[in-house]
């Protein structure tokens, strides 16, 4: 138990839904951020927030929106998705100390799967 | 772009010492983390490194060589419940991690 919780822990939407996942995360931290985990391929960092703004944003379709409506909240909502969408996503967070050694700390993520 | 290698498979005995190994090519560099994931469970810390040299947490420790772009994981007194995949990350600037693809350790009885 990280302190990190994810919802649901499995979704299956078809390409047409609108889904949205949800991480809350115990520790007081400040940043918040989203990866996507496929199959054999590293860890990819989609969205980072930090105190309720956002602060990177990789390259990511439109089709996957982040909302971060206080600093314990995160939200990916997710739309029109496509089948190599599928994966694992996963929520992190971390204390925003503004150096190097601010470690991530993981939620168990929510496996999804794009029919 | 990021550029993060480490092996895909490492077998081993319980009991015995597994090193893994992680090589890297980055634009920045603000530490390197090593992180442990259980099949379906979320990635977990193990370390940070930043400047050259060893740091020993227990059964773990983990090795860096900034002008080599190198690091290692050491793992001792294997346990069946340290088969898991083994995650070398590097940090660019102050949130970016970027991932290898991880290193699976299977232990044998």
């Known amino acids: 138990e990280t302190g990190v919780t994810q919802t649901p822990r499995h979704l299956v939407m078809g390409m047409t839904n609108k889904k949205s996942l949800k991480c809350e995360q115990h520790l007081g931290h400040n940043a918040m951020y989203w990866y996507k985990q496929s199959a054999k391929k590293p860890l990819e960092l989609m969205f980072v927030?930090?105190?309720?703004?956002?602060?990177e944003n990789n390259s990511v379709p439109s089709r996957f929106s982040p909302e971060c409506p206080n600093s314990s909240h995160l939200f990916l909502h997710l739309h029109t998705l496509q089948p190599e969408d599928s994966a694992l996503y996963l929520c992190?967070?971390?204390?925003?100390?503004?150096?190097?050694?601010?470690?991530?700390?993981f939620g168990p993520g929510t496996r999804l799967t794009v029919l | 772009g990021q550029n993060i290698d480490q092996p895909t498979e490492m077998t081993a005995t319980e009991g015995a010492i597994v090193q893994i190994n992680c090589t890297y090519q980055?634009?920045?560099?603000?530490?390197l983390f090593w992180y442990q994931q259980h099949a379906g469970e979320a990635p977990t810390f193990l370390s940070y490194n930043v400047l050259d040299g060893l740091e020993e947490k227990g059964r773990f420790s983990s090795f860096l060589s900034r002008s080599k772009g190198y690091s290692y994981l050491l793992l001792k007194e294997l346990q069946m419940k340290d088969s898991a995949s083994y995650l070398c990350?590097?940090?660019?600037?102050?949130?970016?991690?970027?991932f290898g693809a991880g290193t699976t350790v299977t232990v044998r009885a």
């Open positions: 992190a967070s971390s204390q925003d100390r503004g150096t190097g050694s601010d470690t991530q700390y």
């Open positions: 990350a590097v940090k660019d600037g102050d949130y970016k991690l970027s």
């Open positions: 980055t634009s920045g560099f603000n530490g």
């Open positions: 927030y930090s105190l309720e703004e956002r602060v």
